[in-house]
Each structure stands twice: as structure tokens, then as C-alpha cells.
């Protein structure tokens, strides 16, 4: 089965990172390593999706950008809607073979 992701990101003046041991990264680090708006990350799964941050033109540049990779609970269900104040920056599918570590057991499964 093939895996996606989605990745939203919000925009806080509070450090988010902070308090797993990062720097954290604002909106104005983001854009400079990109040169501009769009971009490659790195995801959690080895794989760097383009990204554009354009919804967010207009923002503060020193608040920090809180990037999330999110994929459903189950494989093959759709994803939860956003809470907040995040906003998708793009959707993809990982390579084949992709294994992701789920938290919950499938309740589809007998």
C-alpha cells in the first residue's frame, strides 16, 4: 500500500522546538535557505518534498514556522482535519516500500 503525507505548518512567536532540545526556525530562515517562497525540506521518512510557504506572505519573518508531516492514524484513510491555525502546504506519496511506525493498531485489522 502506498503511504501518503500531508504537511501543514502554522506560524507562533513561541519557540515550539525549544522544548525537544532545537533551535527552532522562523519564517525569515525558511525563506533564506530557500532563496524565495518554495523549497525542498527534509521529511521524517528520507525522502524532500517542495514545499511553498507563499500563504504566509505577509507574516512576520521572526515568528517561527512549525512544520508537521502528517499521515492518517490507519494507511488508507483519509487525514484528520487540521486544528488551529495550520495550513496545508502540500500533499505527496512516499516511495514504495516506505514503513511508517504507526502509534495505534489498525482497527481494521482482524
Do not use: Q
Amino acid at each position: 500500500m502506498t503511504e501518503r503525507v500531508r504537511v501543514a505548518a502554522e506560524l507562533s512567536a513561541f519557540n515550539y522546538a525549544a522544548r525537544f532540545g532545537y533551535p527552532g526556525r522562523t519564517l525569515g530562515d525558511y525563506l533564506a535557505d530557500f532563496g524565495g517562497w518554495d523549497g525542498y525540506v527534509e521529511d521524517p521518512f528520507g525522502t524532500r518534498p517542495w514545499i511553498s510557504l507563499r500563504a504566509f506572505d505577509g507574516a512576520d519573518l521572526s515568528l517561527f514556522l512549525k512544520l508537521m508531516f502528517i499521515v492518517p492514524e490507519v494507511a488508507g484513510v483519509d487525514f484528520r482535519p487540521l486544528s488551529g491555525d495550520a495550513i496545508i502546504l502540500a500533499e505527496y506519496t512516499l516511495p514504495a516500500g516506505t514503513v511508517i511506525a504507526r502509534d495505534h493498531p489498525d482497527p481494521y485489522d482482524d
